[in-house]
């Protein structure tokens, strides 16, 4: 099922802010934008309509992951953050019969960072995250010390960050900046079959190499 209220709820306190913004300063003509909004964060229980430990797909596409997990692990609640509307739609009809998934139509930076609350999250998966490989687009790439820092508020005390990507120079990257992050350490991840992703299964198909890396949050956030 799709969270649909909370852009709404989003626009009404972005209208809200322009109001205030407007009333507090004596031009009238200048409208200003509050960069503070007022976001409410996400409610697991109500959400979900039930508590129960949380794992998150970030830029879940096709939502066949999500659903699959959600399907072996019934007990945990499962949320999936995507933000093309086809895709959503498509994870939405995956998920009709699934209880415990919900799907996000947001960017994954502004939703970990603003619409999760600390320590709520027992594991992320960011699996083949968009790579960028042209070197002047690599600014884009989702994996940086500030998606870091929102992954490690938002997750739980020894919670986990589960990587992949068949990109090799993108895979070094993510290596090298959570060598460098001080909340992480990285942990064994080979006991663990996960279901396939839409995407891992073409790459297996054209024999590509894929790359896999967890992040065990170790420390808490300053
Ligand atoms: C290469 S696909 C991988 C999809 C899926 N994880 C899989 O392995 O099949 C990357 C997905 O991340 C989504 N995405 C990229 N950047 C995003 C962002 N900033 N916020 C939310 N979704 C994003 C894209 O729309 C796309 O669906």
């Known amino acids: 099922m799709a969270y649909r209220t909370h852009n709404d709820r989003l626009l009404l306190q972005r209208l809200a802010g322009v109001e205030a913004s407007a009333r507090r300063r004596h031009c009238p003509c200048v409208i200003e934008l509050m960069p503070e909004l ?20 970030l830029g879940c596409g096709d939502g066949s992951f999500l659903c ?12 999936g953050i995507e933000r093309l509307t086809k895709r959503v739609e498509k994870v939405r009809r995956k998920a009709q019969k699934i209880e415990n998934v919900r799907v996000l139509r947001a960017d994954t930076l502004f939703a970990v960072r603003h619409l999760l609350s600390e320590s709520s999250v027992e594991a992320f998966y960011l699996l083949f995250p968009d790579p960028w490989p042209k070197r002047r687009h690599q600014f884009r790439r989702i994996f940086t010390r500030d998606f870091l820092d929102a992954i490690a508020a ?35 991840s080979h006991e663990l079959v996960l279901p396939l992703t839409k995407f891992e299964r073409t790459f297996r198909e054209q024999g590509a190499p894929i790359y896999r890396l967890t992040l065990r949050k170790t420390s808490p956030v300053r």
């Open 38 to 57: 007022q976001v409410a964060r996400l409610d697991g229980a109500q959400l979900f309509g039930r508590s129960a430990p949380l794992q998150v797909d």
């Open 68 to 79: 699959e997990l959600a399907k072996q692990f019934p007990r945990k609640n499962f949320l």
């Open 154 to 188: 938002a997750l739980e005390k020894h919670g986990v960050l589960r990587v992949a990507t068949d990109q090799l120079d993108y895979f070094r990257q993510i290596e090298w900046l959570s060598r460098a992050h001080s909340c992480f350490e990285i942990a064994d």
